[in-house]
């Protein structure tokens, strides 16, 4: 699989990264064993870069995905850490719980946050520009839904590498449209910033369309890296071949839809609801709620979803 710079950092990661996060407790909750041979089955397979949070639950997975593995792994994760000393943890307890003595990248896990991030955060992004200098991370990110985080985070001499969320629909782009998010996205690139794209399939929504997806994605400029969160070899063997431009199996449907989840992410905006063809959504102490007995998983809502709240598990 290729390898591309991420900016003017000294890493050269797969095309393809490895999104960790549908793996872990936040979505389908696999078994570390399980969810490390998916890991392990790309690994052999030419990726070499894994993306990862602190909030994601699946440090385990990796590590035992790297246990006797002996080709180049890098590492992105995430924080919510505000203070020095959080984020100091945050580095610690990945670097523990990987078994690694260096990571790739560290994030300010940013997502819905706005440019306020760098003053109510500065504390911790010192704390990543201190532990880059002691070559404990290799490099500084941002990871963020918003267009104004990415401008902001564009101009800023301590930041490597940016992780915006961008994908042909602009579905879930803040803060702007998608058209903006890709204009920020080539002011980071001219400004030499390694980036890489999050939910180029919109959390499943353009798995019609996967070519359609990633072409949009990588034609941008500076965004030829795309995470991909995978939790069956099938799907890794699918996302490399696209990438590759090989034959893939178009009907290859890669996760079994078993029941909708509304997760801890929404906040009640009630979009969805009008989107149910079935009523089987409604509010309730401002969250939505999902009726199984009258779901029929369609996925109308999916779209609607600011949040991402809504997912197929
Ligand atoms: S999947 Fe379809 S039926 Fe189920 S809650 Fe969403 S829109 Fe309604
Ligand atoms: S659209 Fe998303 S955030 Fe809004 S109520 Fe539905 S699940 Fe919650």
Avoid: W
Avoid at 2 to 27: D, E, I, N, Y
Avoid at 65 to 72: I, L, N, S, T, V
Avoid at 189 to 194: F, Y
Avoid at 215 to 227: S, T
């Amino acid at each position: 699989m290729r390898k591309v710079p991420l900016g003017k950092t000294s890493l050269a990661v797969s095309q393809l990264c490895f999104g960790a996060l549908p793996m872990g407790p936040l979505q389908r909750d696999m078994p570390p064993e399980e969810g490390a041979r998916v890991i392990r089955h790309a690994l052999e397979r030419g990726v070499n870069f894994i993306d990862t949070a602190q909030a994601y639950g699946t440090y385990d997975h990796i590590r035992l995905a790297k246990e006797g593995y002996g080709g180049e792994i890098i590492i992105a994760t995430k924080s919510y850490a505000e203070t020095y000393q959080e984020m100091e943890r945050a580095i610690r307890e990945a670097l523990t719980a990987l078994d690694g003595d260096a990571l790739g990248i560290v994030h300010l896990h940013a997502a819905r946050v706005g440019p306020e991030l760098f003053a109510i955060r500065s504390e911790a992004l010192r704390c990543l520009v201190d532990y880059k200098k002691r070559g404990v991370i290799r490099a500084v990110g941002v990871a963020t839904h918003t267009v104004p985080t990415v401008r902001a985070a564009a101009g800023r001499d301590d930041v490597d590498v940016i992780f915006p969320l961008i994908n042909v629909r602009g579905q879930g782009v803040q803060g702007g449209s998608r058209d903006e998010m890709a204009e920020a996205i080539l002011e980071a690139h001219s400004r030499g910033k390694g980036l890489y794209a999050m939910k180029v399939y919109a959390g499943g929504n353009l798995l019609h369309d996967r070519r359609g997806a990633l072409d949009y994605v990588l034609g941008l400029p500076g965004m030829e890296v795309v995470a991909i969160g995978m939790v069956d070899e099938k799907e890794v063997d699918m996302n490399i071949k696209l990438l590759q431009d090989e034959e893939v199996d178009e009907n290859y449907v890669p996760i079994t839809t078993k029941k909708l989840v509304i997760s801890r992410f929404c906040r009640g905006c009630g979009s969805c609801l009008e989107a149910c063809p079935n009523g089987a959504l409604s509010l309730s102490e401002g969250k939505a709620r999902v009726d199984e007995g009258l779901c029929i998983l369609c996925g109308y809502c999916n779209p609607l979803c600011p949040e991402f709240a809504i997912r197929m598990v």
